[in-house]
């Protein structure tokens, strides 16, 4: 039966600080991940993730889906044996539903002056 493969990862927070390292099947996929970051979070910090989809995960510059698996995620050139992955943590909180209103509502309204330019779309939202 074949050994399954572990991988040991941190996550890099906005700060420098770090959670982890941790060790992983290469099978786990990134919502696990990310449901670990949450319930592993540091006390004390300005921000901070309620769910695991408010969390994104980069690694190697790409932003890891959530289905994939810690394997699939693994950059295999450079790659030093036995080292530690580390994993850059973007926190991203939703909006509530009132403020990502609030926020259309506002672009909706803007006065309109009834110039144009010529980078700008004219449109009239009605008098």
């Given at each position: 039966m074949p050994e399954e493969e572990l991988v040991d990862i941190k996550f890099r927070l906005y700060d420098g600080s770090d959670i982890g390292p941790f060790r992983y099947s290469a099978a786990a996929t990134v919502d696990m991940l990310k449901q670990r970051i949450v319930s592993d979070w540091p006390k004390g910090k300005t921000v901070i993730p309620k769910a695991a989809n408010e969390v994104k995960l980069i690694n190697s510059g790409k932003i890891l889906e959530n289905n994939k698996t810690v394997g699939q995620c693994k950059v295999p050139f450079g790659e030093i044996g036995g080292g530690v992955i580390i994993m850059h943590v973007v926190v991203?909180?939703?909006?509530?539903?009132?403020?990502?209103?609030?926020l259309v509502l506002g672009f909706v309204q803007l006065p309109f002056n009834g110039k144009c330019r010529g980078d700008l779309a004219c449109t009239s939202f009605g008098d």
């Open positions: 991203q909180p939703s909006l509530s539903k009132n403020k990502a209103a609030a």
